[in-house]
Nanobody, 126 residues
Framework: QVQLVESGGGLVQAGGSLRLSCVAS????????MGWFRQAPGKDREFVAA????????AYVDSVKGRFTIARDNAKNTVYLQMDSLKPEDTAVYYC???????????????????WGQGTQVTVSS
């Protein structure tokens, strides 16, 4: 059974930065695409970013392109989300997920993921 544990959330002012981490235990980390999603109160969970098993390909939702960067360290079983130039509308609980699909371009919906972490809160004040 794979376990995903996120960390790094917090309260930051608009324009600031945070780096989220997601550590995986169990399973074979480097065989799967990994993704970050977020969920604001009263809204559906939405795709943020995804990365291929080797880290060679990435995908982002348009609203974070140029501000967020997803990366992974397979030796540490960890995927990261570097968030810069944060905006109040980025406020949400951020979740990492594991997908069995190997094509990063299609892992942009929650149904592509079979494992999720517990989430970490990100709050951006104006």
């Amino acid at each position: 059974q794979v376990q995903l544990v996120e960390s790094g959330g917090g309260l930051v002012q608009a324009g600031g930065s945070l780096r989220l981490s997601c550590v995986a235990s169990g399973g074979t980390f480097n065989r799967y695409c990994m993704g970050w999603f977020r969920q604001a109160p009263g809204k559906d969970r939405e795709f943020v970013a995804a990365i291929s098993p080797t880290g060679g390909s990435t995908a982002y939702v348009d609203s974070v392109k140029g501000r967020f960067t997803i990366a992974r360290d397979n030796a540490k079983n960890t995927v990261y989300l570097q968030m810069d130039s944060l905006k109040p509308e980025d406020t949400a609980v951020y979740y990492c997920g594991r997908s069995r699909n190997l094509v990063v371009g299609v892992v942009t919906t929650t149904r592509e993921y079979d494992q999720w972490g517990q989430g970490t809160q990100v709050t951006v004040s104006s």
